[in-house]
């Protein structure tokens, strides 16, 4: 999965941005890209293939860069060959001014996720003149905002509400224009994003790690919804374009749980603490020498009430899923139907209402896995999410969250 970050607010953008894309390094990626913008200038967009010290180095570890508002992105190949063209952030326009990395575009934005209709909405495009120079998804997606933005020319608001109800698929999506200079625009449906905000100066990410450094009270964009981020400031939007309250949320773990803690690799951290992961993990319900989900809000009276108990997941985690099929059903005499969340969510069957609907998610955000989420709950079924990521969107929509 990608990572995003971005920055507005009185310290220089770039290494901020750079140091942000590092914490999100364990996602994988094979190319990585920052724009910048000082004031009235226009953005220095600056990409390269490869790991992320590529790009640190090519901007002299941000210092190239001049400007207190920026965008990053860390890219994972779906759409277009890994390679610096493809990278992101990508820009409404063509035109480089060359040497200066300065770009003369109306838009500039990086996204997340993946745009289903991308071909169709590239072929209307085409029709009014555009030209691409990517192979992405993204850069149509940047595309159909600045044709909306200036056939309609109301603004960022108008736009990209236009652009979300066109789209389908997936995406978190960050966004710069030449008109608004200091303001972040991002949008989500489906992919992962968080906000931060403390005094004068707002960040946003793909995951928590990429902002713990710089604070921790952050919100919580929800689906469907965009904002409008100026520094120390973020102010929500619904499809409607009406302005909405939220919130914000404290985030209490601290950064450590997310960084490599001296191993060479996430993978090697991952396998060394697994005997702490476990005792943690049972600790937090084992009182008395009994088992207590209360904190878990699963009385023993809704426990013994199931006939059923599902458990959905993707990949890894639904090989943990096969493992607990055996260990429920041997200590409760329940029936237990371990399946894949892309299965349960697209096959027709017949689900038993008086049963529990399990869904396991590192992330909370595993896109199959939450819609299999929603299908259980639009059916009146109980749902319990185990995830490591409090405040994802599946912890946030679950009836239940371990």
């Known amino acids: 999965m990608c990572g995003i970050v971005g920055f507005t607010g009185t310290q220089q953008a770039a290494p901020i941005l750079l140091n942000g894309l590092s914490k999100l390094e364990y996602r994988g990626y094979d190319s990585a890209g920052i724009a910048v913008r000082d004031g009235e200038r226009l953005a220095q967009v600056v990409k390269a293939k490869g790991r992320l010290g590529n790009l640190i180095e090519k901007t002299d570890e941000g210092k190239a ?17 890994p390679s610096q063209i493809n990278a992101h ?19 500039v934005g990086v996204h997340n996720g993946i745009i289903e ?36 020319n109301l603004g960022p608001i108008d736009a990209i509400a236009k652009t979300m109800v066109r789209v389908r698929g997936s995406y978190a999506l960050e966004l710069m224009f030449k008109d608004y200079p200091g303001e972040i625009w991002v949008a989500r449906k489906d992919s992962p994003m968080i906000i931060g905000v403390t005094d004068g100066e707002t960040y946003v990410a793909s995951d928590v790690p990429a902002i713990l450094k710089y604070t921790r009270n952050v919100y919580y964009i929800g689906n469907l919804e965009f904002a409008r981020l100026t520094p120390g400031e973020a102010h929500f939007f ?65 426990i013994r009430g199931f006939d059923q108990i599902y458990i959905v997941a993707c990949g890894s985690a639904w090989h943990v899923g096969m493992a607990a099929q055996y260990v429920i059903e041997d200590l409760s005499d329940i029936p237990v139907r371990v399946e894949l969340a892309s299965e349960f969510r697209y096959r027709r069957m017949s689900l038993n209402k008086n049963s529990l609907v399990i869904v396991i998610s590192q992330s909370g955000e595993t896109a199959d896995t939450l819609a299999a989420l929603r299908l259980a709950k639009e059916k009146g079924i109980t749902t319990l999410a185990v995830v490591n990521v409090v405040g994802s969107s599946i912890a946030r929509e679950a009836d239940k969250v371990f």
């Not at 860069?65 to 060959?81: P, Q």
């Not at 952030?89 to 838009?107: I, M, Y």
């Not at 191993?263 to 697994?274: A, D």
Request: with cysteine.
């Open 117 to 152: 209709n991308y071909t169709e909405l590239k072929e209307k495009l085409l029709k009014h003149g555009y030209t691409f120079y990517s192979q992405t998804d993204t850069e149509v997606v940047i595309k159909l905002v600045d044709y909306y933005y200036k056939k309609y």
């Open 65 to 81: 860069l001049i400007g207190t508002c920026g965008i990053g992105h860390t890219r994972w190949a779906t759409h277009g060959e």
């Open 89 to 107: 952030p990508h820009v409404s326009g063509n035109c480089t001014r060359s040497g200066s990395g300065e770009v003369e575009s109306e838009v």
């Open 238 to 302: 619904n499809l409607d374009g009406d302005e909405i309250e939220k919130q914000t949320t404290e985030i209490k773990w601290a950064a450590e749980a997310a960084e490599k803690a001296g191993f060479e690799h996430f993978m090697m951290k991952e396998i060394h603490e697994q005997p702490k992961a476990v005792k943690d993990t049972l600790g937090s319900v084992i009182k008395d020498n009994a088992i207590d989900l209360s904190s878990v809000e699963l009385t023993e009276d809704e």
